[in-house]
Each structure stands twice: as C-alpha cells, then as structure tokens.
T-cell receptor
Framework: AQTVTQSQPEMSVQEAETVTLSCTYD???????LFWYKQPPSRQMILVIR??????QNATENRFSVNFQKAAKSFSLKISDSQLGDTAMYFC????????????FGKGTRLSVIA | GAVVSQHPSRVICKSGTSVKIECRSL??????MFWYRQFPKQSLMLMAT?????????EQGVEKDKFLINHASLTLSTLTVTSAHPEDSSFYIC????????????FGNGTRLTVT
C-alpha cells in the first residue's frame, strides 16, 4: 500500500518570504501522480500543483513549485513570496495512474503566514 | 472548470436517524466518485470508492451497512449515514473524476455532520 508522510505538523513564515513543505512517499509503482492540496478554513480542497512521475521536470504554478526527487521518493512544495492568503492546511497526496484510483493523503502541514 | 456540488453543507441530526449526503458533478460525467471522512485537525481518510452502476468498494474498517453509497447515474452519488451516532459526527467530502483519461480529481465543498 502507498503511504504519504508529512513530517512537519506546523510551520510559519513571514509574509513575502519563501517556505518549503516536505513530503515523502512510499510506493513500488513506477507510474503515478503527486499532488499538493490547500485546505483553508472553509475546508474546500484546492489543488495547488500536480506532478506526473514520468516527467522529470519539476512542476511550477506561479509562486508554487515542487522539488520532485523520484529516487528519494520526495516531493516538497516551495511557496515563494508568501501571502497572508496562503495560510491553510497543506496536504501532500499520491495517486496511482489510472482512472479508478483515489488519492492517498499525508497528515498535512498547517502553514501560517505572518504579517 | 469542473465543479462538484455537495449538499447539504451542514446537517444536524438526532442519534438514531439517517442522513443522506449528495454529491453531484455539474458539468462532467463521473464514472468514479470517492467519499472521504475528515476528523478535526486530521487528514482525509478514504471511506469508499463509488462506481456508477455497480456496488461501492469500501475501505477496511468502514461499515458498508452503516454508510450506504449509491451511484445511480454518471452525475450523482449519495452517501447515507444510517442510524447515526455521535461518533459519526465528522466532515464528509466527496470527489469525482471525469470519464476522461488523466482527468484530475475534483472535490465537493464537504458536509459537516453533527449527531446529537
């Protein structure tokens, strides 16, 4: 079974600074997807960024980028120029390839952006 | 973008009653829907996989007779919590994936269930 580990229960960062959230996972699969989701107090799950395992290039979405290290099974999220609206729970998630596969989530990291 | 509508957003019910939660894909057909449960300050735990036209697949430890799932159409899955008890109080979130290759998973806004 696949597992996702987020070792940082809570983190804080000053507004406009950069922060990196860690995630490791365990799988014997070769083709899979990795995700970072943001869950603000509203509890809506918002997709931040997605990485396909067969792509070596790290995914980037505006201020959000990942450092995907397939051999190390590591998938960290870097948030640049942190904004107050980035305050939320962040979940790392894994999904096998294929249409009928759910997401497996890590325990989450609570990020607080401080003014 | 794709939208998943979940209703109700909040529900309070008395112990022993049943509650139905609906999950609709508004602008795409979803052959597969997933139901998650989230306790306060915890992660999302998969409860079951709902497949249109067939029986749901439940995760280990989830009582299928207590959490009834029906996926009767390509746009609607329902979760019924039967004979609810206070320990069933939680946040339930559905998600759906379109019947298109490599389609991402879209989430509903969740339902906060409180059993008194």
């Amino acid at each position: 079974a696949q597992t996702v580990t987020q070792s940082q229960p809570e983190m804080s960062v000053q507004e406009a600074e950069t922060v990196t959230l860690s995630c490791t996972y365990d799988t014997s699969e070769n083709n899979y997807y990795l995700f970072w989701y943001k869950q603000p107090p509203s509890r809506q799950m918002i997709l931040v960024i997605r990485q396909e395992a067969y792509k070596q290039q790290n995914a980037t979405e505006n201020r959000f980028s990942v450092n995907f290290q397939k051999a190390a099974k590591s998938f960290s999220l870097k948030i640049s120029d942190s904004q107050l609206g980035d305050t939320a729970m962040y979940f790392c998630a894994f999904s096998m390839s294929g249409g009928n596969t759910p997401l497996v989530f890590g325990k989450g990291t609570r990020l607080s952006v401080i003014a | 973008g794709a939208v998943v509508s979940q209703h109700p957003s909040r529900v309070i019910c008395k112990s022993g009653t049943s509650v139905k939660i609906e999950c609709r894909s508004l602008d795409f057909q979803a052959t597969t829907m997933f139901w998650y449960r989230q306790f306060p300050k915890q992660s999302l735990m998969l409860m079951a996989t709902s497949n249109e036209g067939s029986k749901a697949t439940y995760e280990q430890g989830v009582e299928k007779d207590k959490f009834l799932i029906n996926h009767a159409s390509l746009t609607l899955s329902t979760l019924t919590v039967t004979s609810a008890h206070p320990e069933d109080s939680s946040f339930y979130i559905c998600s759906a994936r379109a019947a298109v290759y490599n389609s991402p998973l879209h989430f509903g806004n969740g339902t906060r269930l409180t059993v008194t």
